[in-house]
C-alpha cells in the first residue's frame, strides 16, 4: 500500500512529556522552602526526595531548597535541580510562604521567616522552648506538626510512618548488636535445624512496638510481646499474625521472660508502666536493650523516611492548593487543625501552653469568629 507524505512524515512520541498545570493560591504561585538540619544535631532525617519534588514543582510549586539540605539523605543539590527545585541559601529558604523543618526551627531562624507564613515540622522537645514560642508569635508564623496531624479517617499518618520505621529498624539494630561484627557474641536472631532462635522481648503499644514485633519474627525470632491492656494485645496479633506470643505484664511472668530474652525494646503501654529496675540483675549480660522513648532507629535511615513521608506530603500540598492556602487547609481540615501549635499570632496548642505557663485560644474559636 502507498503512504501519503503526510502519513510517511508523521512521528510518533515514545514517551509523553507531563503537562505542567499550573495551581496557583489566591493568584500567587505557592513557595515552600526545605531547611537542612541543624549541623550540631544527631538529626539526619528529612521531609522530602527529589521526586516528591517533582511532583510539587509540575504542578507549578516553587520550590526553593538550602544548599545541601539533603546531603543527610545522600542525594545531591543537583538531583533537586533535576526536578525543577531552586538551590538556594537557607536565609533565602526561610522566606518561603511554607518552610519545611524535619526539627522545628530555633528562634534566630524563626525571626528570618516572613511575617504570617507557614512552618511545618515534626515534633519535638524544641517546641516547648519559650523563645521559640515567642518568635512564633511575633512573626505570627502558623506552625504546625505533622505528626499530630490526622488524616481523613482520623489516623495520625505522619506518625505511623515513622513509628513504623523505628520499629523495623530496631530490628536491624538488634541483629547487628548480637553479631561478632558489632561487638555481640555472634549469633543470628533466626534459628536454623537444631537450633532455637533467638527470643525478643517486646514490651509496649502501638506502631513501633507492632512493627519491631512483626519484623522480628519475619527475622525467624521468636517473638513475645506484653503490654498491660489485653484489647491492645488483641489488636498487635490481629496486626501481627497467630504467630506472635502476647503476654499480659504480671510480675513474675515478666520476670522470666526478660530472664531469657536475648532483644529486649521498650515502648509505651497502653497504661503507664515502667520497667522495673530490680529487673536489670535477671538481664544477660550479651541482651541487647532498646528504649523507643530514647532511641531512633529510623535515625539510620533517613532515605527510607523522605521517600514514605513525600508520598503523603504531596497530596498535603495538593489539599492545601485545592482550598485556597495555608488558611483554607487549617480552617477546612480537622485533623490539621489538632496539630497546630500557633496560629495567626496566638498560641492554640493546649500542652504546650500548659508546660509554659502561657495563656493559649482554642484554634476552634478563632475560625468560627473568622467565618
Known amino acids: ?78 538531583a533537586y535541580t533535576e526536578f525543577g527545585v531552586d538551590i538556594v541559601s537557607r536565609e533565602e529558604a526561610l522566606k518561603a510562604d511554607v518552610v519545611l523543618s524535619y526539627l522545628p526551627l530555633r528562634a534566630d531562624d524563626v525571626r528570618k521567616m516572613k511575617e504570617g507564613a507557614a512552618l511545618f515540622t515534626m515534633m519535638d522537645e524544641s517546641l516547648f522552648d519559650k523563645d521559640v514560642i515567642k518568635a512564633l508569635l511575633e ?65 509496649g503499644d502501638g506502631t513501633a512496638a507492632y512493627s519491631a514485633a512483626k519484623a522480628a519474627m519475619a527475622a525467624g525470632a521468636y517473638v513475645t510481646l506484653m503490654n498491660n491492656d489485653i484489647s491492645a494485645l488483641q489488636t498487635a496479633r490481629q496486626y501481627c499474625g497467630d504467630s506472635l506470643n502476647t503476654v499480659a505484664i504480671h510480675p513474675r511472668v515478666l520476670y ?17 508502666f515502667e520497667f522495673p529496675k530490680n529487673l536489670s540483675i535477671a538481664i544477660k549480660d550479651t541482651v541487647y536493650v532498646m528504649n523507643f522513648n530514647e532511641t531512633k532507629p529510623s535515625l539510620s535511615v533517613p532515605r527510607t523516611v523522605a521517600m514514605a513521608l513525600s508520598n503523603v506530603l504531596v497530596n498535603f500540598f495538593g489539599d492545601t492548593i485545592i482550598k485556597g492556602g495555608i488558611d483554607g487547609l487549617v480552617g477546612g481540615t480537622p485533623g490539621v487543625q489538632v496539630g497546630i501549635v500557633t496560629y495567626k499570632g496566638k498560641l492554640v496548642d493546649k500542652l504546650v501552653a500548659s508546660y509554659l505557663n502561657l495563656p493559649s485560644v482554642d484554634i476552634k474559636v478563632m475560625l468560627a469568629a473568622t467565618n
Open 256 to 272: 522470666n521472660k526478660v530472664k531469657g530474652a536475648d532483644v529486649i525494646l521498650i515502648g509505651e503501654c497502653t497504661r503507664p
Open 139 to 203: 512573626k505570627r508564623i502558623t506552625a504546625g506538626c505533622l505528626d499530630n496531624m490526622l488524616s481523613f479517617n482520623d489516623e495520625p499518618v505522619f506518625a505511623n510512618i515513622v513509628d513504623e520505621i523505628d520499629g523495623r529498624a530496631s530490628i536491624i539494630y538488634a541483629q547487628e548488636f548480637l553479631s561478632y561484627v558489632g561487638g555481640g557474641k555472634g549469633v543470628l536472631l533466626a534459628g536454623v535445624a537444631g537450633l532455637n532462635p533467638c527470643e525478643v522481648l517486646v514490651i
Open 1 to 78: 500500500m502507498l503512504m501519503t507524505e503526510k502519513e510517511t512524515t508523521s512521528t510518533i512520541e515514545l514517551e509523553p512529556q507531563l503537562k505542567k498545570e499550573e495551581k496557583n493560591v489566591n493568584g500567587k504561585k505557592l513557595t515552600i522552602g526545605l531547611a537542612g538540619n541543624y549541623p550540631d544535631t544527631e538529626e539526619t532525617r528529612f521531609l522530602l526526595t527529589p521526586e516528591g519534588c517533582g511532583l510539587l514543582t509540575s504542578s507549578g510549586t516553587k520550590i526553593m531548597m538550602e544548599n545541601g539540605a539533603a546531603t543527610d539523605i545522600s542525594f545531591p543539590d543537583s
